[in-house]
Structure formats: structure tokens, C-alpha cells
């Protein structure tokens, strides 16, 4: 239950707003989330990291001397948006390259990949290194599919002390793709937790229940028992991650391990401690050398009540950058030499700057997208809840709300657009960081990438044609393809989208006005988005609720096929104007 909060809409932003506030010893506000306050060395590579929020100290509690450089703080549970990883980056960059740490989870790949993309078009080295602790979430052969729960600490850690070490930007990827090999995680949760103003929790475990290897946005578990004994909790725990030990490590006997022991939100301190002073047995029991262990929060899913135990299993250079000191928010240790405040708290807000010249025709052509924007957010807005509740079967239910923020968004930065007298391309690139930027989640962060590839196709001098447009709608699928990585039959938007795209470039190759082979591609993506009711979803967070979507579409095709049909009908228009 979350009691405290004024517009549940705000909550994030004002949650930073005071995080900040109370510390800006560490921290200062950046676009996007938080940078240190502190200057670093110049050339030293920055850590950035981040995620959704919700999880405090994860993830602007970790930002500060000895730890990340910046952090991209998202909505709670949402992943930020790509612009937000890449301004926080651009904040807190020193000139010796950017690594993008940060809980492998769908949508925050696809928004730190897209700022990956951007950084390394702007000549800023970036890499990328995401945690896969948590062991019940994918089996050992599947790693890399495995989510980032309380380990994303001992990752961001190691990589952060390389970087102050000196080391450049491909020994601090090796050291954290190290840290993350040799650090696992498993978990159990008693409740779910209750976001700001959420009417009830986002998800339940049955009363005197403990699901085994939930994860810390609800997703199911590998089982559910009764709640053990303490005792019988911590062996459970150890046992589990005894089983699996990483690669390098022979035997437990005489290696030493750092047990992190986190609370999910609302697991008293005490309560743990009596759980450690068993796990510390065990450990001891089983030959491992216990080094630093720590209790207490790193990684909580908001007032979730549930633990994880998490091994660090060190290694010289792990150890010796482990034990280095740290400065933040939520996380100290050693002494640190206090570095001096950044001089100035000014950075560029995440615009586009001035708009580029366009041509009179290019810009009458804008003014026409900006209609076709209008007239989707409305329709969205007649949809909000249908898209909430179909979202809701197999998935967070935040489609809905989602596709409501991006669309508003996307529809005032275009009307800013045609106002300043944008031409279409700049439109639908301004359109699509907007969308991206306030909508969250997976399918945000696709949109924005759609409607930026559709906008860098059209450009703002030529008159679009039914051609151009066709294949700018190409453009935009390949993009949400090449980020997204579903196919057909995944029981995802591109199910609608390619049979869109399709349509659209045989019918206008064919000869047809862009309206009729907009109308006509429009119908075939709308069968499409109804047939995906029969699919079994395989991308993206409804993955794990798999059967229960049987027999409702996918949202997220459901969605485009409405947004498609509406354009049509904006084309329909203006062609019978102009006839
Ligand atoms: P989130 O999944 O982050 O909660 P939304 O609820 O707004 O985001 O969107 C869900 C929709 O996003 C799904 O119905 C699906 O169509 C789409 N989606 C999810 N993952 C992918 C992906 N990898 N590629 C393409 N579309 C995806
Ligand atoms: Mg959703």
C-alpha cells in the first residue's frame, strides 16, 4: 500500500524532484534522471545505468563517487525512455566513453540500444553490459535471458571502481561482463506491491503463501509453498545457489563470496538478519569464505514484501575493486576523497533545437500529418480503457495509458512543429521523440522509433508521395523489427504492422493513391490484429502469462490497426476535399 502521494501521474518526477533535494551532496537533476554532482576526471569512463522506478536505491541511489556517473530514472516500473538514457549520458560523460549498465528486461534494452545507437552516432564510445542475476528466471544455458535483480549492485560496482581505477572502456565492459558472470541471485516474495493511487496491487501471492523466483515486477515464479521458517528460507536459498556455481569457480571450498541479502520493500531488517545469521552458516558450512556480506535494501520492488540472496563470487581484481570506496546516495564505503561540486547545474534540455528549413510544399504536408496526429490521439482516447483491460490479461495493463501519454505527447510537439513551421520529416522525428519520451514501455519506445524513421524518410523538402510514404512506413517497421526482434507469430504489434506494410507497398507499386492502399493495407492489418487472439505471445513482459492470453489479440497490434484505420480515414478525407 502506498499512502503518500499527491497526483499518482506525477509521482516519479516528484520523487526525483525531492531525491534530489535531499541529495545534492551526490546528485543533480539532469534531463532524464540524475548526474553526479562531483566532477570527474577528465577521460574517465562514466557509468550509466538505470531503469524504471521503483526500486530505490536502484537506480538514482547508486549514482556518486566510486559508483555510476548518471543514472536514467523511468516511471515506476517503466523503463526510461531512449532520449532520457541518452541525455543522462551525454550529462555525465567525461570524454572516455560511455558503458550502459542496467536489469535485463525487454524494454530497457530496446531504449538503452536505441541511445547506444545515438551516443555512437554522436562519436561518444558506448557498450553495453546487462545484469542477468536472477538464476529462477531462465535456465544456466539461457543466461543471457535472465533478468537483473539485487545483483545489478555488484556489477555496477566493479564496473565503477575500474573506472575510477583508470582502466579504459573495454576493461571496464570485460570487468562488468565478469561481475555479472560471477554474481547470482534467487529470490521469494510473500505480497505484491501497490503502485501510487493503484486501486489494488499489482499482483498477490495467497495469503500465508511464498512464491519461489518471483520477479520483482510480479512476473511468475518457478513455484509457490508455504511460508517456511526462517531457517528453512535461508537453506532453500543457499542450496539453490550453491547448485549453480559460475563459470571459473571449482568448488565453493575456499572461494570467497560476498552474500548480499536484499529486502524487496517491506521485509523488516530484523526479520533478515534472523534469515543471514542462518545463510552465514550454511555458508560457512558449505567451505565458502564469506567476504563484506551485506543486508538490507539495494534493490526493493517497491513495498513488495520479499527477499533475495545474491553470492558474488570474487576473484582477485573483483575483490580488490569491490573493496574500493564509494560516496552515494544509498551506498558508502571506505573514505572517499570528496571531489569538487560541478561548477554549473545548467544542461541542454532534451530538445531538438531550432527547426531546420523546410520547403513550402514539405510544410503543407506537415500540416496534414499533424491532422492525421489529431485524429489518432482522439481515437486512442475513445480506446484507453479497452486497450488498459486488454493489456491487462496477459500483461501490466498500461497499454491504455501508454499509448494515451505517447499520443498527447507526440500530438503537442507536432503542433509546436507546424507552428515554428516545421516540414513533415521534422514533424513525425519531433512527433516521434515525444511519443517515445512520455509514453513508457515497450511499445513507446517502438513508436518513437517508427514515427523517427518515417520522419527521416519523408525529410522536410520533397513532397511525400504514396511512394515515399510507403516506403517510409518500411523504414519505421524495420525499425521496430530491428529494435523490438519479434517476428511474425510472436503475438506482437509487427503481426499487424507486417501485413500493413505490406499491403501498403504492393498497392501503391501497383498504382493506387496513397488513401486506397492506406485504406486497403489498414484492412488487412486489422485482420491481422484480430487473428493474433489465437497466438501465443513469445516477446515482451505478457511472455510468462502465455496461455491466459489465449483468445484476446495482442494490444499492441490491436492498437496499431486502430491508429492505422484512422489514418485512413484522415487520408479518405482530404482526397474527397480535393477531388
Ligand atoms: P509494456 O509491454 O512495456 O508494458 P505496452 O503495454 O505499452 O508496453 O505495450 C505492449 C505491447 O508492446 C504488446 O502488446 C506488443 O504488441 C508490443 N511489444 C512488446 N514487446 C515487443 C517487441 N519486442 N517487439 C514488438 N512489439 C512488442
Ligand atoms: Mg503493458
Redesign the pocket.
Known amino acids: 500500500m502506498t499512502r503518500l502521494y499527491n497526483e499518482p501521474a506525477a509521482f516519479a518526477d516528484e520523487m526525483i524532484e525531492g531525491f534530489v533535494a535531499a541529495n545534492a551532496r551526490y546528485v543533480r537533476a539532469v534531463p532524464g534522471g540524475v548526474a553526479r554532482s562531483t566532477v570527474s576526471p577528465e577521460g574517465q569512463v562514466a557509468l550509466v545505468i538505470g531503469g524504471g522506478s521503483g526500486h530505490y536505491p536502484a537506480f538514482g541511489g547508486l549514482v556518486g563517487q566510486g559508483l555510476a556517473h548518471g543514472a536514467a530514472m523511468g516511471n515506476l516500473f517503466a523503463s526510461p525512455a531512449t532520449q532520457q538514457v541518452e541525455s543522462v549520458a551525454r550529462a555525465a560523460e567525461n570524454g572516455g566513453g560511455v558503458l550502459l549498465s542496467y536489469g535485463n528486461y525487454?524494454?530497457d534494452v530496446l531504449n538503452f540500444d536505441a541511445a547506444q545507437d545515438r551516443l555512437r552516432a554522436a562519436g561518444i564510445p558506448c557498450e553495453t553490459v546487462t545484469v542477468t542475476d536472477d538464476v529462477s528466471s531462465a535456465p544456466l544455458a539461457e543466461k543471457h535471458k535472465r533478468r537483473g535483480i539485487a545483483g545489478d549492485l555488484t556489477v555496477f560496482k566493479s564496473a565503477a571502481a575500474a573506472a575510477e581505477a583508470g582502466y579504459e572502456l573495454a576493461e571496464v565492459v570485460r570487468v562488468a561482463a565478469l561481475a555479472n558472470e560471477r554474481t547470482r541471485s534467487f529470490g521469494v516474495a510473500f505480497t505484491g506491491c501497490t503502485l501510487p493511487g493503484a486501486p489494488e496491487p499489482l499482483f498477490t501471492v495467497a495469503e500465508r503463501r511464498m512464491a519461489v523466483g518471483m520477479g520483482i515486477h510480479g512476473e511468475p515464479g518457478i513455484g509457490e509453498t508455504d511460508i517456511p521458517t526462517a531457517d528453512e528460507l535461508a537453506g532453500m536459498l543457499v542450496a539453490r545457489l550453491l547448485e549453480e556455481l559460475p563459470e571459473g569457480v571449482e568448488s565453493a571450498r575456499g572461494a570467497r563470496v560476498v552474500p548480499i541479502l536484499n529486502g524487496l520493500g517491506s521485509v523488516k531488517y530484523e526479520e533478515m538478519f534472523v534469515v543471514y545469521r542462518r545463510i552465514a552458516r550454511l555458508l560457512e558450512e558449505a567451505g565458502v569464505e564469506i567476504v563484506d556480506p551485506h543486508v538490507g535494501e539495494f534493490c526493493t520492488s517497491f513495498d513488495m514484501a520479499g527477499t533475495s540472496l545474491t553470492l558474488f563470487w570474487l576473484d582477485e581484481e573483483l575483490e580488490r575493486l569491490w573493496n574500493a570506496p564509494v560516496d552515494a546516495p544509498a551506498y558508502r564505503k571506505g573514505s572517499v576523497v570528496a571531489a569538487e561540486r560541478v561548477a554549473t547545474t545548467e544542461v541542454d534540455a532534451m530538445t531538438d533545437g531550432a527547426v531546420p528549413e523546410a520547403s513550402p510544399e514539405s510544410r503543407q504536408a506537415a500540416s496534414r500529418v499533424l491532422t492525421a496526429i489529431e485524429a489518432l490521439t482522439d481515437a486512442i482516447d475513445e480506446n484507453v480503457d479497452e486497450l488498459g483491460r486488454m493489456?491487462a490479461i496477459a500483461?501490466?495493463g498500461?497499454?491504455g495509458i501508454?499509448?494515451q501519454r505517447g499520443a498527447h505527447a507526440a500530438r503537442t510537439a507536432a503542433q509546436e512543429a507546424v507552428t515554428a513551421g516545421a516540414g513533415a520529416g521534422n514533424v513525425l522525428l519531433r512527433a516521434g521523440d515525444a511519443w517515445s519520451h512520455r509514453a513508457g514501455?515497450?511499445?513507446?519506445a517502438?513508436w518513437g522509433v517508427a514515427l523517427r524513421a518515417l520522419g527521416v524518410h519523408l525529410g522536410d523538402s520533397d513532397v511525400p508521395s504514396a511512394a515515399s510514404v510507403a516506403a517510409g512506413v518500411a523504414a519505421g517497421a524495420e525499425g521496430?523489427t530491428s529494435y523490438?526482434?519479434?517476428q511474425v507469430g510472436d503475438k506482437?504489434?509487427?503481426d499487424a504492422i507486417v501485413p500493413f506494410t505490406e499491403t501498403l507497398s504492393r498497392e501503391t507499386e501497383a498504382g493506387a493513391s496513397l488513401a486506397a492502399a492506406w485504406t486497403s493495407a489498414a484492412d488487412a492489418a486489422t485482420a491481422a490484429a484480430a487473428a493474433t487472439a489465437d497466438l501465443l505471445p513469445r516477446?515482451?513482459?505478457?511472455r510468462p502469462h502465455a496461455e491466459k492470453s489465449l483468445g484476446t489479440p495482442?494490444?499492441?497490434?490491436h492498437s496499431f490497426a486502430l491508429i492505422v484505420r484512422t489514418v485512413a480515414t484522415v487520408l479518405a478525407d482530404r482526397q474527397e476535399g480535393s477531388n
Open positions: 525487454a524494454g493489456d500483461g501490466d498500461d497499454h501508454g499509448m514501455g515497450t511499445s513507446g517502438l521496430i523490438g526482434k519479434a506482437t504489434m509487427v516477446m515482451g513482459r505478457a495482442d494490444p499492441g497490434a
